[in-house]
């Protein structure tokens, strides 16, 4: 009988196993032992109780769950994927920036505003960077420098407007620190992802993610929004066995 | 369940038993514990430290309220339901 118990335990989600099996072995090996119960038709509830367990487990892989818990954490989204350098994992950063009674849970980088303002400055510079030389070199026969700067004019102007446009819409590249606490917004280098200071600090009160494509998650923590690509596998691992 | 645990905290065993009691139904661990899971998360039950195997949990001030909005909306039924019956003489 306790194979037949085995198997169909077996059978549930990892996660439910891992919360909710040692408990689940144990009730049904009293309720097996209990004169009063038949013993097929606990089998049978335990089998049926599949169907729930592994409902659950597909929503809980299409969103974001805030982290049970008296304290109020942060959130922390929900699905494996990499960042936009397809590096997977977190890294660690900033603890500085933390109280010494905060843990550092993981960081999701992303953008406050618009992504496209924020990036305008750095891809039109690059932009500028490669084309000017490139039409320089490789130019038309018979045009001259004038004309290479002509061509690469709507770059400039574009890393002017982005320029302006930047601190007007408050587009910034940021990284959210989930800590214990809630959430650290941090100023992120687009280049080196490295982070800088704090930009402020929210209680993630009231967090979802929703997902957007496979790689792009938007984050709304009250009133704000945030465009995030991130890498999260350290924080699922974490949140997986978190829930007791 | 909720009512089971608003007397005091109670491992699987022990809620499946109480409930057979007060509701003549006998919760499976299937039944039983893809109910706790869902409660757990709704954050109306929470899990205690438990002794080996055994995981007792009890009802949270969220669970209470909602259980008591609950039985308070069925006493209301019951009691219009019931003062109906008695008035057409049934």
């Known amino acids: ?244 | 369940m909720l009512t089971s645990l608003s007397s005091g905290p109670k491992h699987g065993y022990a809620l499946v038993k109480d409930i057979q009691a007060f509701a003549g139904i006998t919760l499976g661990p299937g039944s039983l514990y893809g109910a706790i899971a869902k409660l757990e998360q709704a954050g109306l039950i929470e899990a205690l430290p438990g002794e080996g195997r055994r995981k007792p949990y009890r009802i949270t001030a969220r669970g209470a309220a909602d259980l008591r909005e609950q039985l308070e909306q069925s006493q209301v039924v019951s009691f219009v339901g019931l003062g109906r019956l008695a008035g057409s003489g049934q």
Request: hydrophobic share 45%; glycine share 10%; charged share 15%.
């Open chain 1, 1 to 244: 009988m306790s194979n037949i118990v085995h198997w169909i335990l077996a059978a549930y989600p990892r996660w439910w196993r891992d919360r909710y099996g040692e408990e689940t072995t144990d009730l049904t090996t009293q309720l097996l032992a209990d004169p009063g119960v038949h013993a097929w038709r606990v089998l049978a509830n335990l089998a049926v109780g599949l169907i729930p367990a592994w409902g659950e487990h597909a929503r809980r892989g299409r969103r974001v769950l805030p982290v049970a818990g008296t304290t109020p954490w942060g959130v922390v989204p929900n699905g494996g994927h990499r960042d936009m350098y397809f590096n997977r994992g977190l890294s660690v950063r900033s603890s500085g920036a933390l109280d010494e009674d905060e843990v550092l849970l993981g960081v999701i980088d992303g953008w406050h505003g618009s992504p496209f303002i924020d990036q305008l400055p750095l891809t039109s510079a690059i932009f500028v960077c490669v084309a000017l030389p490139l039409n320089l070199i490789f130019g038309m026969p018979g045009h001259g420098t004038t004309t290479s700067l002509v061509a690469v004019a709507p770059w400039v102007g574009l890393l002017v407007i982005g320029t302006v446009l930047r601190p007007v819409t408050s587009s910034k590249s940021v990284a959210l620190a989930v800590t214990n606490k809630g959430l650290v917004v941090l100023q992120r280098s687009r280049l080196t992802n490295t982070t800088g200071r704090v930009i402020e600090r929210l209680p993630a009160s009231r967090p979802y993610i929703s997902r957007r494509g496979v790689l792009s998650l938007q984050v709304q923590l009250d009133n704000r929004k945030f465009w995030m690509r991130g890498s999260s596998e350290p924080l699922l691992a974490w949140m997986a066995y978190s829930f007791s």
